[in-house]
């Protein structure tokens, strides 16, 4: 009997500080946020795939409008090619850490507002969700972080509508 509590003390210490990293995740991320940390931001979110969700998200949110509109809708693939080719070289250009810490530090409209954790929890073993409610939004911002080999990563962000017209307009 003696001999199962080391092993037990460590399978609970290993799942206690699997359920409790995303949550130390969420803190370092806050904190980066807050001390206008690039390098931090940068290790803590998988750029590359967020930028590629907001693409589709303002992509699906320009283009769903006119073919409401419009019954026809014959230049869609040319549509859609063209308005994701746009948005995508602005999303490169301006979806990086560097750019949200510059707008932190200005005071910029367009950065997120003071945002609070409204849920967190695990979709799957390898996925965990967040909601954030943000002052002056309505809707949720909402991020899902993926265990990629031993560390939680921010891979997908879906902004409010309210953002996400700003960004397909522009402004």
Same mark, same amino acid.
């Not at 590359?48 to 930028?51: E, S």
């Not at 070289?89 to 250009?93: V, Y």
């Given at each position: 009997?003696? &001999?199962r509590?080391?092993?037990?003390?460590?399978?609970?210490a #290993?799942?206690?500080?699997?359920? *409790?990293?995303p949550?130390?995740?969420?803190?370092? $991320?806050?904190?980066a946020? %807050?001390?206008?940390? &690039?390098?931090? #931001? %940068?290790s803590?979110?998988?750029w590359?795939?967020?930028?590629e969700?907001?693409k589709?998200?303002?992509?699906?949110?320009? $283009?769903?409008?006119p &073919?409401n509109?419009?019954? *026809?809708n014959e230049?869609a693939?040319f549509g859609s090619?063209f308005?994701?080719?746009?948005t995508g070289?602005?999303?490169?250009?301006t979806?990086t850490?560097?750019?949200?810490?510059?707008?932190?530090?200005?005071?910029d409209?367009r950065?997120?507002a003071?945002a609070?954790v409204a849920? &967190?929890f695990?979709?799957?073993p390898?996925?965990?969700?967040?909601?954030l409610?943000a002052?002056?939004l309505a809707?949720p911002?909402?991020?899902v972080m993926e #265990?990629?080999g031993?560390s939680?990563?921010? %891979?997908?962000?879906?902004?409010?509508n309210?953002? $996400?017209?700003?960004a397909g307009? *522009?402004?």
């Open positions: 009997m003696r &001999a509590w080391p092993v037990l003390a460590t399978c609970m #290993l799942g206690a500080g699997y359920l *409790g990293y949550y130390v995740v969420l803190y370092r $991320l806050d904190t946020m %807050r001390q206008s940390d &690039a390098p931090a #931001l %940068r803590l979110v998988d590359y795939a967020v930028r969700g907001l589709e998200d303002i992509c699906d949110r320009v $283009l769903d409008e &073919a509109a419009r019954p *026809g230049l693939p090619g308005v994701r080719g746009i070289n602005a999303l490169d250009r979806v850490p560097e750019t949200l810490v510059s707008m932190i530090r200005t005071g409209a950065a997120p003071d609070r849920w &967190a695990f979709e799957n390898t996925q965990f969700a967040v909601e409610r002052v002056g809707e911002i909402r991020l #265990l990629q031993l939680w990563k921010v %891979r997908r962000v879906w902004l409010p309210a953002l $996400l017209e700003r307009s *522009g402004t």
